[in-house]
């Protein structure tokens, strides 16, 4: 349903589907509070119309819409079965099949926009930025989450993650994504002619949430998305199932999620 094979993020080519959904709902509700928080001091908007890129199953845009009485929201997505799950499950926002570098909508149509946990899996970045001012009004501002798999500290490391992780990593650099990218948002937002930068960091530990909300919603998706030239099916099976046993441990996990924004310059 993704439309492109080798796209480096797709919910159908999970093997169980159902529990990726599920990992992004959790990862919805646990981060809600200091997410909200780091939203509203990179300046999304309170009130308008708000696009969300990459809205996946509308856990977002459910959360926007029951917390900002104000906002009118819309979600795009690439993934249809996504847009029916959002639709049926946000009635009070609208959502749209279609894709960040080519958005179906008219120029300046929205008064903010915000992607999350979508520009590290696209291959195109500047296409996509572009599209993103351009469906955003002179003055309107566009957020930005996402992580960065060299801000992810673990003690110890589970089983056999690392090797794992960097055959997972190079799987998505094949397919012209970036598990880097956090570092690099601000730069992006500065470089697509977006002004008045901001960021705020998120950082979500095992003590925060408990190390076995942390493997599910941190770590477990090493267990899809490698190819097996890189790691075999075994090893990648054996590394996730190490995640139960070390999150039963006294272990420490943290990453740190990045919120950049920038203002659409006024003409
Ligand atoms: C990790 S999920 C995040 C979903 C949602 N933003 C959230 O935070 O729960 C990434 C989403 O990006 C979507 N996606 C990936 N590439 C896309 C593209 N080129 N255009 C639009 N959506 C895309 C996927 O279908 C998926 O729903």
Aim: aromatic share 6%.
């Amino acid at each position: 349903m993704s439309g492109e094979p080798n796209a480096a993020y797709a919910v159908d080519q999970f093997r169980d589907e159902q529990a990726e959904v599920e990992r992004l709902k959790k990862q919805a509700i646990f981060l809600a509070t200091q997410e909200d928080a780091a939203l509203r001091e990179v300046g999304l908007l309170d009130d308008g119309a708000l696009l969300d890129i990459g809205c996946g199953p509308g856990f977002v845009a459910g959360r926007l819409v029951a917390s900002r009485p104000g906002l009118t929201v819309t979600g795009v997505d690439r993934d249809a079965t996504l847009i029916a799950r959002a639709t049926e499950a946000v009635p009070g926002a609208r959502f749209v099949q279609g894709v960040a570098h080519e958005l179906p909508f008219a120029d300046d149509q929205f008064d903010g926009a915000m992607s999350r946990l979508v520009f590290r899996h696209l291959p195109n970045v500047t296409a996509s930025l572009r599209e993103a001012r351009r469906v955003v009004r002179p003055g309107g501002r566009l957020v930005l989450v996402d992580t960065d798999d060299d801000a992810l500290l673990l003690h110890p490391s589970p089983a056999g993650f690392r090797e794992v992780l960097a055959a997972r990593q190079e799987t998505a650099q094949r397919r012209g994504a970036n598990p880097f990218i956090g570092r690099e948002l601000t730069t992006h937002l500065r470089t697509a002619g977006f002004e008045d930068i901001r960021l705020s960091l998120i950082n979500i530990s095992t003590v925060m949430i408990g190390a076995p909300a942390f493997a599910k919603i941190v770590l477990a998706p090493i267990a899809d998305g490698v190819d097996e030239d890189l790691a075999t099916p075994e090893t990648v099976k054996a590394a996730a199932g190490a995640l139960g046993a070390w999150s039963r441990e006294p272990v420490f996990g943290l990453t740190t999620a990045f919120v950049a924004s920038g203002v659409s310059p006024k003409v």
